[in-house]
């Protein structure tokens, strides 16, 4: 694969920023390593950069810190984050961060690529079908009080501005498309991930759940369901 696609990757461990920074340029990116929280900082500052690798762990300012910076001041360049903590509780943190997938250490590299590839394809998301577009004339969609605007990448539940991650907003607009159809695992890993990370994966479960937090508050009616052995669906009841 040749891509021009530029990657800042953050990693303090001097073998694995270099073991990464490799695999990656032969793979055809633009690599700007740096060894950590501070200067990942300046380098997405000043270069940038179109994905971004982040190792949770590093001296300094964290990845958690970084990607919490960068989202304060508007940036969404995707962030990947590369963590040796793969509680769920530790993976809700770097959701909450902003950051848009995780990778738990030790990783296979092709994994690596695989995600990252994924993240890319998403930062620019294709135009919205106009078969699919049944809402108001801006093109937005509605499902009960909630609001999604796929050209502006905006959401609304019940007049109020919901504030997500680029994987939230693509795995949600997935669902307001497809509202009250059941989506399996697979389908829903394909069409947001770009690969199934196999059943043992919680991944999804993570995203749905923290997606809940957002979408489904306390005092609205529920739109995101599970179907216990299918998959999920969005609807009014």
């Given at each position: 694969m040749t891509t021009?696609?530029?990657v800042l990757l953050a990693e303090d461990d001097r073998a694995i920023r270099h073991a990464l920074e490799r695999a990656l340029s032969l793979e055809g990116y633009q690599v700007i390593a740096v060894p950590d929280g501070i200067e990942a900082l300046a380098a997405a500052h000043r270069e940038h950069p179109d994905v971004i690798v982040l190792d949770v762990m590093m001296p300094g300012l964290d990845g958690l810190q970084v990607c919490r910076v960068l989202r304060a001041e508007g940036d969404r360049t995707p962030i990947l984050m590369l963590t040796a903590r793969v509680d769920t509780a530790d993976r809700i943190e770097g959701l909450d961060a902003g950051a848009d997938d995780y990778v738990a250490k030790p990783f296979d590299v092709d994994e690596v690529f695989a995600r990252l590839r994924a993240l890319l394809r998403r930062?620019?998301?294709?135009?919205?079908?106009?078969e699919e577009e049944t809402g108001p004339d801006d093109g937005s969609k509605e499902v009960a009080d909630l609001r999604l605007d796929p050209s502006a990448r905006r959401v609304w539940r019940a007049g109020a501005e919901l504030d997500l991650?680029?994987?939230?907003?693509?795995?949600l607009e997935l669902l307001v498309r497809n509202s009250?159809?059941?989506l399996d695992h697979a389908t829903i890993y394909d069409r947001i991930w770009g690969y199934d990370f196999g059943p043992g994966s919680k991944n999804l479960a993570v995203y749905i759940g923290y997606l809940r937090r957002k979408v489904d508050q306390p005092g609205l009616i529920p739109l995101i369901h599970t179907v216990r052995g299918?998959?999920?669906t969005l609807r009014k009841a």
């Open positions: 021009y696609n530029t930062a620019a998301p294709a135009p919205w079908p106009a991650t680029r994987t939230e907003f693509d795995l009250g159809i059941v299918v998959g999920y």
